[in-house]
């Protein structure tokens, strides 16, 4: 049992549902309203300002100097700005072969921090696509493995069609909110869409060459939620943190169609799966200011 704004609550157990990353997002915007600036008087209306928003998308260090360094932050400190840092991992290739599977997307974890709580440098890791029938790569945040990581998320699975949909349970995660049944997926025209994070590829079968809509990733059809084999899975929108991308259309007579990016999963392929969308990790910067 946990204090949070002079109230209490209970983890659940280990049975139960769990909502840490709802509580833990709760507890950061808790945490800076008690600590907005003393000569904000007590009772006047305050409001989030988005000061910058940043992508990463190839490997690197983050430097928080350099950060601090842009005009966007000019006359603010680290203890000032806070810090919403989205992980998406690599999407999962697509398989090869007849009515081969399109690959999981990657998953997509957040976590909340106060500058001044960070080290000065961070290195952090970009988790690749998969390419066919490969999964894809982990995205690590804080560090260069999952061992010494501040945070860390998994690239898309990639399986054989008979153990594709137990591993897609694994998509009850922030990645993707529900999965169709395998049996339904593989005989109608379901689309494995994802309202909370990538799309999932599109399987090779028949006619059914449909890949998932990633969340705020819109199809070049808005009668037709879904990609064909001869349209590219369209990527998450430039500037809006919350939208991924979507999964490639399976193709049953050539390759499947890679996934967009950040974290979708290839479309499966009778000759070869497509690629799974790269991961990212997306950084939007905010202060505390009066309303």
């Known amino acids: 049992m946990n204090g949070l704004g002079g109230r209490t609550y209970t983890r659940p157990s280990a049975g139960g549902a769990d909502h840490s990353a709802e ?49 966007e932050f000019a006359g603010l400190t680290e203890s000032d700005v806070e810090m919403e840092v989205i992980l998406v991992g690599g999407g999962a290739g697509g398989r090869s072969g007849s009515n081969a599977p399109g690959g999981h997307p990657g998953m997509v974890s957040i976590a909340r921090y106060r500058m001044s709580e960070l080290a ?3 290195s952090y890791v970009i988790g690749a696509g998969g390419g066919s029938n490969g999964s894809g790569g982990i995205t690590v945040w804080g560090g260069t493995t999952t061992g010494d990581s501040l945070r860390y998320v998994n690239g898309g699975e990639t399986a054989a069609t008979a153990a594709l949909k137990d591993s897609h349970v694994f998509g009850r995660s922030r990645s ?92 499966g392929g009778s000759s070869a799966g497509g690629n799974g969308g790269n991961g990212e990790i997306r950084i939007v910067y905010k202060v505390l200011e009066v309303a």
């Open 23 to 71: 509580i833990e997002g709760l507890e950061g915007r808790v945490t800076a309203l008690e600590e907005a600036p003393a000569a904000v008087a007590a009772g006047t209306p305050v409001r989030e300002r988005v000061v910058q928003f940043e992508r990463l998308t190839t490997s690197g260090t983050w430097t928080k100097a350099d950060v601090l360094a842009r005009a």
């Open 120 to 122: 000065a440098t961070l």
């Open 176 to 267: 993707m909110a529900s999965y169709p049944d395998l049996s339904v997926y593989s005989s109608s025209t379901a689309r494995p869409n994802s309202p909370d994070g990538p799309g999932a590829g599109g399987i090779a079968s028949g006619a059914l060459t449909v890949g998932g809509f990633g969340s705020l990733a819109l199809g070049p059809d808005a009668a037709r939620p879904a990609y064909i084999s001869t349209e590219t899975a369209e990527d998450g929108k430039a500037g809006v943190p919350y939208s991924f991308g979507a999964g490639g259309a399976g193709n049953a007579s050539g390759n499947g169609t890679p996934g967009g990016t950040p974290g979708g999963g290839g479309g």
